[in-house]
């Protein structure tokens, strides 16, 4: 059975950092698209960064370049989202997502020049940075 489940979540102070975790069962990560959204109370789900099947490339929305890294672990077929500097827009839901490929993907995200979809998606993992 496929699950993604997320982890590291939590109440942080601007400025601060947290490393949020996706553990996934039932497929490989490394054979799929595989990256992090996020939705904020009230507004529509934003991609954040996405790590590509067909080169391993790493991408990275506009609001997190240079403070946010996406990182996988194959052996651990685990996800990874460093997530440095934060400040109190990056509160919300943060969700591990992929392409299982098995259905039509629902969610499209447009993350710098590249398109991302996915069709799976876990619980999610609520980061509140706030003072």
């Known amino acids: 059975q496929v699950q993604l489940v997320e982890s590291g979540g939590g109440l942080v102070q601007p400025g601060g950092s947290l490393r949020l975790s996706c553990v996934a069962s039932g497929f490989t990560l490394d054979e799929n698209t595989i990256g992090w959204f996020r939705q904020a109370p009230g507004k529509e789900p934003e991609g954040v960064s996405f790590i590509s099947d067909s080169d391993g490339s790493t991408h990275y929305a506009d609001s997190v370049k240079g403070r946010f890294n996406i990182s996988k672990d194959n052996a651990k077929n685990t996800l990874y989202l460093q997530m440095n500097n934060l400040t109190p827009e990056d509160t919300g839901v943060y969700y591990c997502?992929?392409?299982?490929?098995?259905?039509?993907?629902?969610?499209?995200?447009?993350?710098?020049?590249?398109?991302?979809?996915?069709?799976?998606w876990g619980q999610g993992t609520q980061v509140t940075v706030s003072s």
């Open positions: 997502a992929t392409d299982l490929r098995t259905s039509p993907p629902t969610k499209k995200f447009i993350i710098g020049t590249m398109t991302v979809w996915y069709n799976y």
